[in-house]
C-alpha cells in the first residue's frame, strides 16, 4: 500500500517569511494529492490539491509543486500570517471515483512567530 | 458548499456503555462515507469505508463488532462505539465525496468527535 512521509514534524516561521512543507511517497499509481489544514479541535480542511498531470498550482499565498519522476511534493506558503499557524497534513490517493483512500503524512505543525 | 456536519462535537462515557456518533452530508449525496481515529498529535489513520445501502469495509486491525457503522442514506452515516473503554478515547473524524463529483473529487472532513471515556 502507499506509504506517505512528511517533513518536518514542526516548524516555526517568522511572520512573513515563506513556509516549506514536503512529502514523499511511494505508489508511483497515486495522482491525487491534496494538503489539509487542521486547527485545534477541527477536522481537517482542504487548503488545495494536485493532480499528476500538473506540476505546479498556486492560489494566492498558497502553492504546491509535484515531481513525479521523485515521488515528492511541497507545500509552500509566502507572506505567512499567524491565522497559518496550525497543522498541516500532506496525502495521496490512486485515481479516485469515490470510495478510494486517501494516505496522509504524518503532519507538520506550523507556528508563525508574530 | 460541501458541507459534513458531525454530531456530537464532544462526548464522555462511561465504560461499558455505547456512543453513537452522526455524520452527515449537508448540502450533498454521499455513496461512500469515512471514518478517521485520531490520536494526539499524531496523523489520521482510516478505520472503515462506509457504503450506503451495503456492509462496511473496515482496515486491517479494526474491530467490526465493536465499531458498528450503519450508512442507511445518502447523507447519512453513523459510527456506534460498542461497550467503551478508555482506550477508546479518541478524536473521530468523518468523511465524503459528493456522489458523482467526477475524478478526485475532494474529501471533506466533518468537525470530529472528542470522546472521552471513564
Known amino acids: 500500500g502507499e506509504n506517505v512521509e512528511q517533513h518536518p514534524s514542526t516548524l516555526s516561521v517568522q511572520e512573513g517569511d515563506s513556509a516549506v512543507i514536503k512529502c514523499t511517497y511511494s505508489?508511483?499509481?497515486?495522482?491525487?494529492f491534496p494538503w489539509y489544514k487542521q486547527e485545534l479541535g477541527k477536522g481537517p480542511q482542504l487548503i488545495i490539491d494536485?493532480?499528476?498531470?500538473?506540476g505546479e498550482k498556486k492560489d494566492q499565498r498558497i502553492a504546491v509543486t509535484l515531481n513525479k519522476t521523485a515521488k515528492h511534493f511541497s507545500l509552500h506558503i509566502t507572506e505567512t500570517q499567524p491565522e497559518d499557524s496550525a497543522v498541516y497534513f500532506c496525502?495521496?490517493?490512486?485515481?479516485?471515483?469515490?470510495?478510494?483512500?486517501?494516505?496522509f503524512g504524518t503532519g507538520t505543525r506550523l507556528t508563525i512567530i508574530p | 458548499g460541501a458541507v459534513v456536519s458531525q454530531h456530537p462535537s464532544r462526548v464522555i462515557c462511561k465504560s461499558g456503555t455505547s456512543v453513537k456518533i452522526e455524520c452527515r452530508s449537508l448540502?450533498?449525496?454521499?455513496?461512500?462515507m469515512f471514518w478517521y481515529r485520531q490520536f494526539p498529535k499524531q496523523s489520521l489513520m482510516l478505520m472503515a469505508t462506509?457504503?450506503?445501502?451495503?456492509?462496511?469495509?473496515?482496515e486491517q486491525g479494526v474491530e467490526k463488532d465493536k465499531f458498528l457503522i450503519n450508512h442507511a442514506s445518502l447523507t447519512l452515516s453513523t459510527l456506534t462505539v460498542t461497550s467503551a473503554h478508555p482506550e477508546d478515547s479518541s478524536f473521530y473524524i468523518c468523511?465524503?465525496?459528493?456522489?458523482?463529483?467526477?475524478?478526485?473529487?475532494?474529501?471533506?472532513f466533518g468537525n470530529g468527535t472528542r470522546l472521552t471515556v471513564t
Open positions: 448540502d450533498f449525496q454521499a455513496t461512500t
Open positions: 468523511s465524503a465525496r459528493v456522489s458523482g463529483g467526477g475524478y478526485n473529487s475532494p474529501l471533506h
Open positions: 505508489d508511483s499509481a497515486s495522482n491525487y
Open positions: 494536485i493532480r499528476s498531470n500538473v
Open positions: 462506509s457504503n450506503e445501502g451495503s456492509k462496511a469495509t473496515y
Open positions: 496525502a495521496a490517493s490512486p485515481p479516485s471515483f469515490g470510495n478510494e483512500k486517501l494516505t
